[in-house]
């Protein structure tokens, strides 16, 4: 149980184009979602939460027009990277919660963005 | 200061030794800690907490031990096997639903 799963695992994109992560929890519903990103041979720096049906919270310093989060349902959450550029490239992990409480977040297998 | 056990960002074991990773949290008001797996290319895998009120827990090959004093938390793995080796992250919580997690420790197991 508690398996989330991310779509696609791996994207090459150009730059200038947008590419959607999708975050699904699939064995469970997920009244809280996290997205994060992390840098080679980096920790995780979380990005921002989304709880279903509401606006996500950003943390400082990420840009909310340019990482746009949806949270449509308890299952679901998608993170759009728009116009993406080559410093947007990284591995963006997310997690999932099936309550408030922190210690059951059960992170998904990350995806990784390339962009030219 | 006292030295507790530095946070070394690599960490080289042999197989069947034990492995003992290091990790200072920075906030005095944390609560909640835990200790994730990292294997290249995936997820964070969760591996063992511990609450605040606690300074010891104990799982399958794996203990935690908490120092509130120093603000500092060690995963201990007893007979590292290849499998163990990982990027291996400290994570906070406090009183709320974020994780902040620490600089992570690369562990390789030699055969």
């Known amino acids: 149980g508690a398996v989330v799963s991310q779509h696609p695992s791996r994207v090459i994109c150009k730059s200038g184009t947008s590419v959607k992560i999708e975050c699904r929890s699939l064995?469970?519903?997920?009244?809280?979602m996290f997205w994060y990103r992390q840098f080679p041979k980096k920790s995780l720096m979380l990005m921002a939460t989304?709880?279903?049906?509401?606006?996500?919270?950003?943390e400082q310093g990420v840009e909310k027009d340019k990482f746009l989060i949806n949270h449509a349902s308890l299952t679901l959450s998608t993170l759009t990277v728009t116009s993406a550029h080559p410093e947007d490239s990284s591995f963006y992990i997310c997690?999932?919660?099936?309550?408030?409480?922190?210690?059951?977040?059960?992170f998904g297998p990350g995806t990784r963005l390339t962009v030219l | 200061g006292e030295s507790v056990g530095l946070h070394l960002p690599t960490l080289s074991v042999q197989e069947g030794d034990n492995s003992i990773i290091n990790c200072a949290y920075s906030n005095s008001a944390s609560d909640y800690f835990i200790w994730y797996k990292q294997e290249s290319g995936k997820g964070p895998q969760f591996i063992i907490d511990?609450?605040?009120?606690?300074d010891k827990r104990q799982g399958q090959r794996v203990t935690v031990l908490l120092n509130k004093t120093v603000k500092h938390l060690s995963l201990q793995i007893a007979a590292t096997q290849p499998g163990d080796s990982a990027v291996y992250f400290c994570a906070e919580n406090i009183n709320d639903y974020k994780l902040s997690f620490g600089a992570g420790t690369t562990v390789t197991v030699r055969a």
């Open positions: 511990i609450r605040s009120n606690m």
């Open positions: 064995d469970f519903q997920a009244t809280t």
């Open positions: 989304s709880n279903e049906g509401s606006k996500a919270t950003y």
């Open positions: 997690s999932a919660a099936p309550g408030r409480a922190y210690n059951e977040q059960f």
